[in-house]
């Protein structure tokens, strides 16, 4: 079973920032909580990962809790582009861990 | 490198047949994930290889599924006696052994079995 929890959908409007949230409240120390999206017939693609600082790059934000019980994915400005189910993944380091557990993710639909 | 690609894109068998999916991974990658994704639902994990061992299977690979990776580069999945129950996006992803930097995944074989 996956270790996460998401809302299952979102709106967002165009231009504006999109804050995905998600819950790990069983993660371990050291376990790395993991961003992807899936825009319609395609593989998932990665977006950014962290640990326990939050974590910045081209395409995004993730800002993770002092505990380490929930983060929340930022998109600063959404376009169209950024429609996508967005997945939350909790994955460790040591052997049996390594796979990915999806969950159903967020459904982001951006309005124009 | 153009990434993880995986063939055909499309496919359509009639129950009971057999098909056969491959994956091409990116070169320096040595890991080589499968799974398999229903309309609706996120990816589910199948099994995963470092080089050519196939290293953890998930209890949904069926005794009708088999998967290889011969010369730790492209791999094949097999699934014989297809049901109507296969019909499912296979899904490919490679990443380097640590993993921490994400898995790239390809564009998925579409499997309709009629």
């Known amino acids: 079973d996956a270790k996460t929890t998401q809302p299952p959908s979102m709106d967002c409007a165009e231009g504006r920032a999109a804050n995905l949230p998600c819950n790990h409240s069983?993660?371990?120390?050291?376990?790395?909580v993991y961003w992807y999206r899936q825009i319609h017939s395609q593989g998932p693609q990665y977006i950014i990962h962290g640990l326990k600082n939050n974590e910045t790059n081209e395409m995004a934000s993730l800002i993770i809790t002092e505990d380490r019980k929930s983060s929340t994915l930022i998109l600063p400005h959404a376009t169209l582009r950024d429609t996508a189910v967005y997945y939350c993944i909790v994955r460790g380091t040591t052997s049996g861990t390594y796979k990915y557990i999806f969950g159903t993710g967020t459904r982001l639909k951006v309005l124009a | 490198d153009t990434g993880v690609s995986q063939n055909p894109r499309h496919k359509i068998t009639k129950r009971g047949q057999n098909v056969t999916f491959r994956c091409d991974p990116i070169?320096?990658?040595?890991?080589l994930y499968w799974y398999r994704q229903t309309l609706g639902q996120g990816p589910e994990f199948l099994t995963y290889?470092?080089?050519?061992?196939?290293?953890?299977k998930s209890r949904l690979l069926s005794d009708r599924f088999s998967a290889e990776r011969p010369k730790g580069s492209f791999s094949t999945l097999e699934i014989q006696r297809t049901e109507q129950g296969d019909s499912a996006m296979y899904l490919c992803?490679?990443?380097?052994?640590?993993?921490?930097?994400?898995?790239?995944f390809g564009s998925g074989t579409r499997l309709t079995v009629v």
């Open positions: 290889f470092q080089n050519e061992a196939q290293l953890e």
């Open positions: 070169s320096e990658h040595n890991r």
């Open positions: 992803a490679s990443s380097l052994a640590s993993g921490l930097d994400g898995y790239t």
């Open positions: 069983t993660i371990s120390g050291n376990e790395y």
